[in-house]
C-alpha cells in the first residue's frame, strides 16, 4: 500500500483492532486484518477532520490558538457528518 | 458499559492514551503547518470524541456483520459505516481498492516464492 507521510501519523493496526474487540457486545466477534486497516484510514479522517474544522473556526474568531470554545461549535456537525 | 471489568477498563485506559498521543502528534503538525496551537483541552475533547465516535462504529460494524451472518467484521462492514457522507465513502471506497490489490500482490509474490523454492529443490534434487 503507498503509505504517505500522512498515514504515519495514523493509529496503529493493532490498537484500533483491539479498541474495536473491546467495544463489541459478543466477545466471539472479530475484526479482519483488512477492516481493521481500513477502520485507521476511517479514523484519522475523523481526527482530521475535527482539527480543521476547529482550526478553521478559531481563523474565522481571528484568534491563532485553538481553544474548546471552537472545537465546541464544531462538534455538533462533526457528529452529524458521520 | 456495566458490564466491563476492571481489567478491560484498564485496556480500554491505556488505548484512550494510544488515541491521546496519535491525536497529539496530529494536531501539533498540522498546527505548525499553519502557524496556529491547539491547546490542551481540545486535544483532550478531540481524543475522547474520538473514543466515543469509536464506541459507535464498533457496535454498527458489529451489527453489519451479524446482519450479514458473519461474526468478523470485513471492509464492506466498514464501507456501509461511512454510508452517510458521500466523499468519505469515496474515499473509503478507493483505500479498500488499495488493501485489497496491496493483498492481492503480497499473495502473487508469495506463490512465485513458492514455485521458486520448488525449481530449487528440484535443481538440487538433479544435482
Keep these: ?82 | 458499559m456495566s458490564t466491563t471489568t476492571d481489567e478491560e477498563e484498564r485496556q480500554l485506559q491505556r488505548l484512550k492514551a494510544a488515541i491521546h498521543h496519535t491525536v497529539g502528534r496530529l494536531c501539533q503538525s498540522l498546527g505548525e503547518n499553519h502557524q496556529m496551537e491547539f491547546s490542551r483541552p481540545v486535544i483532550a475533547a478531540i481524543t475522547e470524541t474520538t473514543f466515543r465516535q469509536c464506541d459507535v462504529f464498533a457496535k454498527d460494524l458489529e451489527a453489519f456483520a451479524r446482519h450479514a451472518k458473519r461474526s468478523t467484521v470485513s471492509m464492506e462492514d466498514v464501507k456501509l459505516a461511512a454510508r452517510r457522507s458521500t466523499a468519505l465513502y469515496n474515499f473509503i471506497q478507493s483505500k479498500s481498492e488499495e488493501i485489497a490489490s496491496a493483498n492481492q500482490e503480497q499473495r502473487d509474490k508469495k506463490k512465485s516464492g513458492v514455485k521458486r523454492k520448488n525449481k530449487d529443490t528440484e535443481a538440487e534434487a538433479m544435482e
Design chain 1, 1 to 82: 500500500m503507498a503509505e504517505n507521510s500522512s498515514t504515519e501519523l495514523s493509529f496503529k493496526k493493532e490498537t484500533v483492532s483491539k479498541l474495536l474487540t473491546l467495544f463489541f457486545r459478543e466477545e466471539r466477534t472479530r475484526v479482519s486484518a483488512d477492516a481493521a486497516l481500513l477502520m485507521t484510514e476511517m479514523l484519522y479522517v475523523f481526527v482530521e477532520e475535527a482539527a480543521q474544522r476547529t482550526m478553521k473556526q478559531a481563523e474565522s474568531e481571528d484568534c491563532d490558538k485553538m481553544d474548546i470554545e471552537h472545537f465546541e461549535k464544531i462538534l455538533p456537525q462533526l457528529l452529524l457528518d458521520f
